[in-house]
């Protein structure tokens, strides 16, 4: 069974860098079964997907939210079974509980009938960790 | 995608029925496959989300049965059938037919 755990810095200065690191449990981050997301909810808030990294022997790629594109580095290191964010030039707006999630997959096949594979809903989920923006 | 649940909060009677709806701004039927690519979650407090329906009427394993999911297209809706104590949190719907993956604004479902 696969268990997520986020880990960093619950306080950063405006205009830094946020960096989060999830550590990967009871499964490998290369397996290619999951795509690793980050996710985070404002306190009081709904949920808004950061972005994700899809990470297999084959191949890797990431695919972000368009309205944090320009800021989000989503990485992986397989040395540590770890997924990483980095969130460049932070505001207030930022201060959030962050998760981390992985996404499984399944295939179908698309309307030229070539076989694709797309992700699954957000399963499982680490606890979540807050980090506030201020100085 | 944009995802909007009704209603924003909802008090129910316990062992009374309780139904949030969830509805996207296109539609979440894949034709090749026929799946509605939609999915609920139950949030608590200083928890994450747990995975309640996926394909938007599949129960997850160990999920009671009093949740079911329903809807096709652009409507959907989550109902318990006799709301339990424990069923007190925040729902939300979440679409996974494409990127950016987008959630419902959630509904805090809270005992009458």
């Known amino acids: 069974q696969v268990q997520l755990q986020e880990s960093g810095p619950g306080l950063v200065t405006p205009s830094e860098t946020l960096s989060l690191t999830c550590t990967v449990s009871g499964g490998s981050v290369r397996s290619g079964t999951y795509y690793w997301s980050w996710l985070r909810q404002p306190p009081g808030k709904g949920l808004e997907w950061i972005g994700y990294?899809?990470?297999?022997?084959?191949?890797?790629?990431?695919t972000y939210n368009p309205s944090l594109k320009s800021r989000v580095t989503i990485s992986v290191d397989t040395s540590r079974n770890q997924f990483s964010l980095n969130l460049s030039s932070v505001t207030a707006a930022d201060t959030a509980v962050y998760h981390c999630?992985?996404?499984?997959?399944?295939?179908?096949?698309?309307?030229?009938?070539?076989?694709?594979?797309?992700?699954?809903?957000?399963?499982?989920w680490g606890q979540g960790t807050l980090v506030t923006v201020s100085s | 995608i944009v995802m909007t649940q009704s209603p924003d909060s909802l008090a129910v009677s316990l062992g009374e029925m309780a139904t949030i709806n969830c509805k996207s701004s296109q539609s979440l039927l894949y034709s090749t496959n026929n799946k509605n690519y939609l999915t609920w979650y139950q949030q608590k407090p200083g928890q994450p989300p747990k995975l309640l329906i996926s394909?938007?009427?599949a129960r997850e394993s160990g999920v009671p049965d009093r949740f079911s999911g329903s809807g096709s297209g652009t409507d959907f809706t989550l109902t318990i059938s006799s709301l339990q104590a424990e069923d007190v949190a925040v729902y939300y719907c979440q679409q996974y037919y494409s990127t950016p993956l987008t959630f419902g604004q959630g509904t805090k479902l809270e005992i009458k």
């Open positions: 394909w938007a009427s």
């Open positions: 999630a992985g996404s499984g997959s399944h295939s179908y096949f698309d309307t030229n009938g070539h076989k694709r594979l797309s992700f699954n809903w957000f399963d499982p």
């Open positions: 990294i899809y990470d297999s022997v084959s191949t890797n790629y990431t």
